[in-house]
């Protein structure tokens, strides 16, 4: 049988003129019997359209700060870097998956595109703007669980996993700060952050605010997550 190809948002690196990937996006999607190919960064809407068109299944992978006024905000000074060409190639190839209702899982930034893309507002900075009564930026190792997000009953997060609260990595300064209305919660952090979205209506349209790639090796929670992903892409 064929495999899925998911096609995966690349890492960019302009110090060094670079783009790639962190590996265990790979390696959970191939673990979950997928095959992952890497996108070249562009901008082109068209060019994203046929992209999109080629993969079974799009992953918005972790990566810099979108730029605020995306979301209609000025930039503040904890916000972190900005790569606006990944942005506007974020924004194209969300639009072209929902067009042809392609499956598509957020990861950490992903979420973050999401919500954006569908006119929701981020936190540009948790410590400076929320506070810091959860820790949601781990020092490494980055395999061990950061902090706990209870699952919210009757969503598709809470079927799939059966339990009412998971442990998670938690590597991110910047959160929802208002959902975008075509997104629902599926698990909330303890300080009340959203930390998992999904869009109803749609085939599978998924973001998490933590890393279940970093740990899809040890936690079923994440393997499930990606064979979920996976099983809507075929
Ligand atoms: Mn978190």
Not at 11 to 19: C, L, T
Request: glycine content about 8%; overall charge negative.
């Amino acid at each position: 049988m064929k495999k899925p190809i998911i096609g995966l948002v690349p890492i960019v690196d302009p110090a060094q003129n670079r783009y790639g990937m962190s590996p265990a996006y790979c390696k959970a999607l191939e673990c979950a019997g997928a095959l992952p190919v890497m996108l070249p960064l562009t901008p082109d809407a068209a060019d994203l359209a046929q992209l999109a068109a080629l993969c079974d299944g799009l992953l918005f992978t972790g990566g810099p700060d979108i730029h605020p006024a995306r979301y209609g905000e000025e930039i503040l000074p904890a916000c972190g870097q900005i790569i606006p060409e990944r942005d506007e190639m974020e924004e194209a190839l969300f639009q072209a998956a929902l067009a042809a209702d392609k499956p598509v899982l957020g990861i950490c930034r992903g979420i973050q595109v999401l919500n954006v893309a569908l006119d929701g507002i981020l936190w540009q900075d948790l410590p400076s703007q929320y506070g810091n009564a959860v820790l949601h930026s781990q020092p490494e190792p980055y395999d061990q669980p950061c902090h706990k997000v209870s699952v919210v009953q009757g969503t598709p997060l809470a079927r799939l996993l059966g339990q009412r609260e998971i442990a998670v990595t938690s590597r991110h300064h910047q959160a929802i700060r208002e959902l975008a209305a075509p997104l629902q919660a599926m698990a909330y952090s303890p300080d009340g952050l959203v930390e998992a979205v999904w869009m109803p209506g749609k085939r599978f349209v998924w973001g998490v605010q933590w890393h279940p790639e970093s740990v899809y090796q040890t936690s079923q929670a994440s393997r499930k997550l990606f064979a979920a992903f996976v099983e809507q892409c075929r």
